[in-house]
């Protein structure tokens, strides 16, 4: 018996020049402005929640164990099945099902933001506590409606410009929630306390001005609500109905993992086992990024001023090379390249750990943190897109995006107590050699796909 075809990520598809024009289709466009709104609220819980909770005197062994508020990443794929398949009268009735979701996790996102704003973490960390964990329920959610909506889109062949453009926009609203929301604070805090903090060589907390600054950011959301409000739904499936509701768990809940598991087999767990860590070795850094500027000494404007200019910048080179890159040479190459890349970048975070207040060294970390970020990301986005069958799109990426974060936040909420306990720089190497093991799993990953073409082009000669 022949082999079936098989689409793999792997297989260059599009010319230079078409290559490049996908990316000024309106499907593209869409997902440069959700990539926006998906990627504003990470960092507001994470990264630089840390840099405001170190600035207010928490101590960094709390700050990694709040870490695992990010854990609700991890768990999407247990709501995710409902994203994909219940409706939300009457915004499915106005938008249809992927914006009908959309737009409700958006208002989540917003309400958790202003409660943050509103919160005082010196008065108390728990208020401040379920306004974060309410922002990355609602992030977690849009997460689900919103890959379900880009793998929907477009075909297969454009997932990775789509992906790319998605994670241009995503890391562009993390530069804005990381550099972004410093310089807003920075530009809110009252002068003469700004004046006597610069004075005694430390900086001082100003609550009111994280206030504005977490305010500003919930109103950039409003380019996510206006990107769903404007955009097309994707052409509905028509589901068959279920008998009763055990066929109805059945297909929502069991079905879709059980048709991953159909297709690849055993293969599923090398798979599972790559998604798991890709992301380790930057996640269990990131977590102590922004404590670890304010304890070299970098201020707001500095952190926020070399982000904003450098960070964009490659960001934007990283994607863009990431796509284009995935689209001409195959997917599990730039995946590859981008795991050595992410690897080598917290190396370089030992280093500045080194030299101190160095804002020259700082600006050459950064830059190639994001440049390497870039590229990696698009490649893994379009590697996971390429997994999903249509049929389940939604709960099939939420389990593998999961998946993808759910051990990396796990072990980063430690990473303050192995700070407090061993240092910056050992703590940047030891994030560096976690991801040996994901270049091992990426070279059997890539001829698990060789193989995999080898039998699609056997089979295709076989039926001439």
Known sequence: MSASPVETPS????????????????????????GFSAGLPLLLVLGTLSFRLREA????????????????????????????????????????????????????????????????????????IWCALLVAFGSATQDIALDAFRIESAETRKQAALAAAYQTGYRLAMIWAGAGVLWVAAWAEVAPVAGAAVAKGAAAYQNGAWKTAYLVMAASMAVGVLTVLLSPEPVRRVLPKPRNAAAWLQSVLIEPFADFIRRYKWQAALILSLIAIYRISDVVMGIMANPFYVDMGFTKDEVATVSKIYGVVMTLVGAFIGGVLSMR????????????????????????????????????????????????????????????????????????????????????????????????????????????PVLVLVALASRLTTTKETAATTGAVERQ
């Open 329 to 436: 040479l195959g997917v599990m190459r730039v995946l590859m390249l981008g795991a050595v890349l992410s690897a080598a970048s917290n190396l370089l975070f030992a280093w500045l750990a080194s030299r101190g207040h160095d804002l020259t060294a700082l600006i050459a970390v950064v830059s190639a943190d994001n440049l390497a970020g870039g590229i990696a990301s698009a490649a893994f986005i379009a590697y996971l897109s390429s997994l999903t069958n249509i049929s389940y799109s939604a709960t099939q990426y939420a389990l593998f995006s999961s998946l993808m974060l759910l051990l990396p936040k796990f072990i980063a909420g430690y990473s303050g107590a192995f700070v407090d306990a061993y240092g910056y720089s050992t703590f940047f190497t030891a994030t560096a050699l976690l991801g040996a």
């Open 11 to 34: 297989t260059p598809s599009l010319p230079w020049r078409d290559a490049l024009k996908v990316y000024l289709e309106p499907a593209t466009l869409r997902m440069l402005a959700l």
């Open 57 to 128: 005197g928490i101590d960094r062994t709390t700050i990694g164990y709040l870490s695992w508020v990010g854990l609700a990443y991890g768990f999407k794929w247990v709501w995710a099945p409902l994203v994909d398949r219940l409706p939300l009268p009457p915004l499915t009735t106005l938008l249809g099902r992927r914006r009908g979701w959309l737009l409700l996790a958006q208002g989540l996102v917003i309400a958790g933001l202003v409660g943050m704003a509103m919160n005082d973490p010196r008065n108390g960390l728990q208020p401040l």
